[in-house]
């Protein structure tokens, strides 16, 4: 997996309720839990943009409620910073479902997705509509 470039402040927490940003049927996924996560005892896992975590489809269809995912983060709102200077920040935070290959399970992608992302995961920046 390619480093980021960018300083990205992991700003969501286990628990945080996101968008889910494609078509797999799920519409609001919960955070379970954050993937190669190595913190201090007794605190919470954060996570930021481009991370993986385990997530709990909360709303979507009946055959996607209520079942364990792994989803990346594509959009968050608190801001990043670019080596250039530029700041970025997304109206919402967003996730996409990927499977264990990295790969996403959707064909589409709505919103817009950061370079970042699209460095680090190829396919989800083959799918998005626009990238930032």
Known sequence: ???????????????????CSDNTGARLVEVVSVDRYHGVRRRQPCLGLGDVATVSVKKGTPDMRRK???????????????PNGIRLSFEDNAMVLINERGEPKGTEIKGAVPREIAERFPKIASMATTIV
């Open 1 to 19: 997996m390619k480093a980021m470039q960018a300083k990205i402040p992991r700003a969501l927490a286990t628990g945080s309720r996101m968008v």
């Open 68 to 82: 364990l995912e792994k989803a990346v983060v594509i959009r968050q709102k608190k801001e990043i910073r670019r």
